[in-house]
């Protein structure tokens, strides 16, 4: 199976084909810029590079969130678009299970964080059991402090990772102590051949109805939203 997955719901643009038991080719920049001018340009270059044609993919699998709403809308909007015109399935997964899987080898709970301003993080708990990633708390967003506390009634240790965690790396080892241990920075980056091998064999989602996971509602459409309820 030829799988094309896309990320671009934080500042890492990651895109990848993946055939089979092989990764074909796998596009990583983590970058401050334009997503919706780049994205198109990097999967024509990886598709044209790796000899596959667009007509020859046999699945999407994009990072449906959370992250910058922006960053989801794209890479979302992007993936429906070519799953529909392609008349292929598509398979959303969430952008903290994505960087989670960097933590395969960690004997251990993985708490990938991305940060939310305000004192607050996306995050979720993962754990592998053998080569499979198990979710054990569904992602949301909560206060760092909350979380710590959370955690720290658990008595494990807890692997953090992700690109946010130099904003909150020091809480996080007063908090939990000996239970934290902080991935090597090499590891924060989501890998987009992970999010393929994720999403490869999970049911497909309807194209027309799929929406990205913000989990909460971008700042505007909040002050909109009490305005009109106002």
Known sequence: ????????????????????????????????????????????????????????????????GPGSYTGVRIGVTI?????????????????????????????????????????????????????????????????LTDWLTELKSEETKVLFIGNDLPIHEEKIKTGLAELAYVAPYTDWNPRPSELALLGRNREPEDVHTFVPNYIRMAEAEANWLGKRQG
């Open 1 to 64: 199976m030829k799988v094309l997955s896309i990320d671009t719901s934080n500042y890492v643009l990651g895109i990848a084909l993946l055939e089979g038991e092989k990764v074909v080719g796998e596009f990583i920049t983590n970058l401050p810029k334009n997503h919706s001018v780049r994205v198109m340009p990097a999967i024509q270059q990886l598709l044209q590079e790796c000899g596959i044609r667009a007509n020859e993919l046999e699945k999407i699998v994009v990072a449906k």
């Open 79 to 143: 993936a429906k678009t070519l799953a529909w015109s392609l008349n292929i399935p598509l398979v959303g997964v969430s952008s903290l299970e994505v960087v989670a899987a960097n933590g395969r080898y960690f004997d251990g709970v993985i708490s990938p964080i991305f940060d939310a301003r305000r004192g607050q993080v996306y995050t979720g708990l993962y754990r592998y059991h053998g080569q499979d990633l198990y979710c054990e708390k569904s992602d949301q967003i909560i206060l």
